[in-house]
């Protein structure tokens, strides 16, 4: 009657490594990736209808070779970042852009154009707070309001006054949206994003 278990046990285990085995040469070499036209922007990218990208749980990589998108987004209730302007990579001007984004429930758009500047756009994130862009893309920055970390004491009132500041029903808009123009960017930035390529 002992044995029993073991046995099952057993072959519950390589049963498992037999699945896991299976489950290998079937991944697709290709990332998956939404196609649609500028003009499906706004209900694919801002208003997210159907909840396909708060279902993949990934944040939005958007490319576009014709580099409509970035001027789109500029227009639209975002706090805008681009990845190669010094200024807006300055450690202030990213911290209020994330903090604004998530007290008033926008998105931030981090746009890296023609070029991978995403470990770049890492470092210049880091002088903020150390890990900061992995913390936003793993979503950890928005786990037991991490964000509180970077409001300063003499930030204003609507983001210091405990009784106004982060709510969660305004905070839910927020968004990290990526955007570059390369047809191909690297597969360690598609395999993490929800990858929408506009035509």
């Known amino acids: ?21 299976e489950e290998k040469p079937e991944q697709p070499k290709e990332i998956p990736e ?6 499906q922007l706004i209900e694919v990218l801002m208003k997210d209808e159907g909840d ?24 639209q209730d975002t706090n805008y ?9 300055e450690p202030e001007r990213i911290r209020m852009a994330l903090l604004g984004a998530i007290r008033f429930g926008k998105p931030m758009v981090l746009d890296m154009m023609d070029t ?7 470092d210049k994130f880091d002088a903020v707070q150390k890990g900061l ?18 409001v300063k004491d003499s930030d204003p009132p609507e983001y210091t006054d ?5 709510h969660y029903g305004m905070m839910e808009g927020f968004r990290f949206i990526l955007v570059t123009t390369m047809a191909a ?7 993490r994003t929800y990858v929408i390529r506009v035509y």
């Open 116 to 122: 991978n500047m995403f470990h770049a756009a890492g």
């Open 133 to 150: 862009l992995e913390s936003i893309m793993t979503k950890d920055i928005l786990v037991d309001q991490k964000y509180k970390s970077l």
């Open 52 to 75: 396909k990208i708060k279902d993949s749980g990934k944040w939005p990589l958007v490319i576009d070779e014709v580099d409509r998108v970035s001027t789109f987004l500029r227009y």
């Open 81 to 89: 970042l681009n990845a190669k302007n010094p200024g807006d990579m």
């Open 185 to 191: 960017p690297p597969p360690e930035l598609t395999q």
């Open 1 to 21: 009657g002992t044995k029993k278990p073991v046995g099952e046990a057993a072959a519950k285990g390589s049963l498992a490594k037999a699945t896991a085995a």
């Open 162 to 166: 405990e009784t106004t500041a982060f």
């Open 34 to 39: 939404v196609k649609i036209a500028l003009k």
